[in-house]
């Protein structure tokens, strides 16, 4: 059990889920597809006036992110959970934690890496200027792994429960909130121009502290969910 | 050797079994037989720490399987009822996956010998998954015994929808791992066609 061989493990679990993604790549788009719609519909909605697009635009493109993030949480553990791939990856001499983060993060890579991606974009409908563009990208950049984090110790107690897609949402939406909060914030206040350092560093500390924290918790609902 | 200490354990409201002890030396296997619903893949599933029993321990060469962690679970190769087969991957991609998770990584040629000695043929390693039968994906997932270099071995009815060519060679392989001092642990309800000085039979009456 030395390093090596956990990079090993853990790489070949975020090489393979990647595989998998390629091959029905209409699962993975589809949180890519949510998120344009709806950001797309809200100028429809509200009306052309920028001053109202601008003032909502940060609030709007992170509230999509995460409810794209939420809608692809039930894809991390279930199909494992159902064909018994998890039973192996519990019982692989590796601690479970670093392969869950492995998971976690060939799910960031999937359904959250291209909503950053794809945000600066969606930026301009809402008037955006170029600096806010950029923090919003990296609030994005900070923030959606985290939601991928916290997301899936929900996904992983909610595994073999009926209406599991509901439950999952009840769970995490509460600890999603100072996520959405720091986030969405951090674009505000750079279009007000005092900058948005200090709400990207406190998503940056939620960053770290889910990377920190969620795995174990994870890995324990998962220990949970084979039992 | 695997040995279980007066193990307890129950599902629900239903007590599977009490005060269980039982020793698989080196070179020997254990075949677990009993009625469904007797509590023979619960058994399994505490022999490879996937379950905690209520009462008892598990040790592995005289150590607690729960202290020994990943450790243990160096030590084994566990195949359960679910194969374990991702129906969007090739058989060919499947084993490897499987076994570089398991940290026992083998060569694009070794597994492809592994599964033309389970008997599935080179076309076959080409196709996705989900177009195979249920006989061949067992067979997808039992090709990794060819593979694995744990001594122990964990299986949940290993020959269900084999056919008997199929049958033949995995007991052929499970010969073969025990004659290595290797030690088995398999849930059944056929009879292993081993000789029956290495077969040791428990019965689970439920």
Known sequence: ?227 | MLQAVSLRCSRGERRLFTDLNVKVERGSLLAVVGENGSGKTSLLRIFSSLLSPEQGSVLWEGQDILQLKELYAGQLTYIGHLNGIKDDLTPLENLMSAMSLAGESCSNNGAKEALEAIGLKRPIHQLPSKVLSQGQKRRVALARLWLSTRPLWLLDEPFTSLDTAATAVVTQRLHTHLQRAGLAVVVTHQEVALPTEIVQRLRLTG
């Open chain 1, 1 to 227: 059990m030395n390093g090596s061989s956990m990079w090993e493990a853990v790489s070949g679990i975020i090489r393979r889920d990647l595989l998998l993604a390629m091959r029905r790549r209409s699962d993975a788009a589809m949180s890519v597809f949510f998120l344009v719609i709806v950001v797309s519909l809200f100028p429809l909605g509200v009306g052309p006036d920028p001053v109202v697009l601008r003032t909502i635009g940060p609030g709007v493109l992170w509230v999509a992110a995460l409810l794209a993030c939420l809608l692809s949480l039930s894809r991390v553990f279930t199909a494992d959970y159902v064909d018994g791939a998890l039973e192996q990856m519990v019982l692989v001499p590796q601690p479970l934690a670093v392969l869950v983060v492995g998971k976690v993060l060939a799910h960031w890579l999937i359904s959250g890496l291209p909503v950053v991606l794809l945000s600066p974009l969606l930026g301009l409908q809402f008037g955006l200027s170029g600096e806010s563009l950029g923090v919003l990208v990296m609030s994005l950049l900070l923030g959606t792994p985290t939601l991928s984090m916290i997301g899936a110790i929900g996904a992983a107690l909610v595994l073999g429960v009926r209406g599991s897609g509901l439950l999952v949402a009840l769970l995490v939406l509460p600890l999603y909130v100072p996520v959405l909060i720091f986030g969405a914030g951090a674009v505000t206040s750079s279009m007000a121009g005092i900058g948005g350092e200090a709400n990207l560093s406190l998503l940056g500390a939620c960053l770290v502290l889910s990377l920190f924290l969620a795995p174990w918790a994870t890995a324990a609902a998962l220990r949970i969910a084979l039992e």
